[in-house]
């Protein structure tokens, strides 16, 4: 019944005109037919909901009732209306926001195909995952991709595409490293904090690697920092060496300009997470890009 609004406007136009005649007029339909809508909606709730009086209508108690819930709807749904007409007339943004690594790296591939896919401009936002998913919270963000999830009960999580860290060099490095040659190049590495340290540290706890021992010789801020530091890292016999999302170094690899290796019998990766709010989930737009970025696993 909900979902035929038809006969809650009916409803509404009765009680504003103070008459089944007058409304009959003002909706354009027969008087009854106003009177056939108002009866299923009495039979649907099963009570009475309005008398009709010589000098017009009165509604029952239950009437008063369902006079509340149609309004809230019917505001619900003329600001659907104006959100769409907006939409039509692509009189607003949406707003992508994007971890550093997925909006610096990723995101600019596919940004042109995502406002293809929703027909509408899209502005895209890039800070740490804690900013984005505030932003997120607060409503100044529309969608999130995250490279490091910032759980919470207000949002929605789906898993996304598979990011592997590569251990990266300028230097010509072997395609699998043991363990124990880790110990023998000079090391760029994250701040502690970072999500990258610590899935390398899991890591390397797992292959009991203490990598406090490591030739440190940098500690950086920030992922494109590091992709740099490895860059300009001087021309010696040991490699300089860090971990890098494989997203960012796709054209360094591709033109030569650095080399990547794994660990032998380790694989270093994360899961990179589409992200909204749950009041949104029904969402058309949220959808569509749900949609599209599932479908499309490899970028």
């Known amino acids: ?31 009854p037919a106003v009177t056939q809508q108002i009866k299923l909606l009495e039979d649907y709730i099963d009570g009475k909901i309005v008398d009709r009086k010589k000098n017009g209508i009165r509604l029952t108690k239950i009437g008063e009732e369902l006079h509340k819930i149609a309004i809230k709807l019917d505001k619900c749904i003329v600001n659907s209306e104006k959100e769409m007409i907006k939409l039509l007339n692509k009189d607003i943004v949406f707003i992508l926001g994007a971890s550093t690594m997925v909006g610096n790296y990723i995101l600019p591939g596919i940004l042109n195909k995502i406002q293809e896919e929703i027909s509408n ?11 984005i998913t505030q932003e997120l919270m607060e409503k100044k963000v529309d969608f999130a991709i995250l490279e490091t999830p ?33 110990y023998n190049f000079h090391w760029i590495c994250r701040e502690e904090t970072s999500h990258t340290r610590k899935i390398t540290q899991v890591a390397f706890d797992a292959m009991g690697i203490d990598c406090k021992t490591f030739d440190l010789r940098s500690v950086v801020t920030g992922s494109t ?66 949609n599209y970025l599932l479908n499309r696993k490899r970028v």
């Open 121 to 131: 401009e899209v502005m895209l936002k890039i800070a740490d995952s804690k900013n």
């Open 225 to 290: 920092a590091v992709k740099q530091m490895v860059l300009k890292a001087p021309e010696l016999d040991t490699p300089t060496v860090s971990f890098i999302s494989k997203y960012m170094i796709k054209d360094e690899i591709e033109s030569g300009q650095l080399h990547y290796s794994r660990i032998k019998g380790h694989k270093l990766s994360r899961t990179l997470y589409l992200t909204y709010l749950k009041e949104r989930k029904h969402d058309a737009i949220i959808d569509s890009i749900v």
């Open 1 to 31: 019944m909900l979902k035929d609004f038809t006969k809650m406007e009916t409803f509404l136009t009765v009680v504003r005109e103070k008459s089944f005649s007058k409304a009959s007029k003002k909706l354009g339909i027969s008087q």
């Open 150 to 182: 910032v759980f919470n009960d207000d949002l929605i999580f789906r898993e996304w595409i598979e990011d592997e860290l590569f251990l990266v060099s300028k230097s010509p490095l072997p395609k699998l490293v043991k363990k124990e040659d880790l």
